[in-house]
């Protein structure tokens, strides 16, 4: 980030991060305080989507994020680790569960068992996911909690 910075090419709180899967898990990981706390340049919040959580009970997030989980996603493996980040920090965490939904939704054309993981894209979940993920970048009108759709 401090290179785009520094040559001008963006500015900290214009720059999000995105991630899928473990991908998720990143971008989640560079929202904590503990990862972030040395460096001058900070992202402005993160998106992810079908992350796993275990292992972040003692996270104390730097800023915000989403979290957009299928209630059904076998990769994740426990969902309410995921709700129970909200619950602890000052920045805005917010969990967006889809019920019904399993890990890949947002893949058109995922139809498959992949790892012993059910994957099967859901329209649904993936318009509201972006949707939601445009009108943030919009607006940086991060709030917490956990909404079920």
Not at 8 to 23: H, I, T
């Amino acid at each position: 980030m401090g290179y785009v910075v520094e040559k001008k090419l963006a500015k900290p709180d214009d720059v999000f991060v995105v991630g899928r899967s473990n991908g998720a898990l990143t971008a989640i990981m560079i929202a904590e305080n503990y990862e972030v706390r040395n460096h001058q340049y900070r992202f402005a919040g993160s998106f992810a989507i079908s992350p796993t959580c275990l292992g972040l009970e003692k996270s104390v997030f730097a800023a915000p994020f989403i979290v957009f989980v299928g209630d059904k996603d076998d990769a994740v493996v426990d969902v309410k680790a995921c709700e129970a980040l909200h619950e602890k920090t000052e920045s805005p965490v917010r969990v967006i569960e889809f019920k019904g939904v399993t890990h890949g939704y947002e893949d058109e054309g995922a139809n498959s068992v992949f790892h012993g993981w059910r994957m099967k894209y859901d329209p649904k979940a993936e318009k509201y996911t972006m949707e939601t993920i445009f009108d943030l970048l919009k607006s940086k009108d991060f709030k917490s909690g956990i909404e079920s759709r």
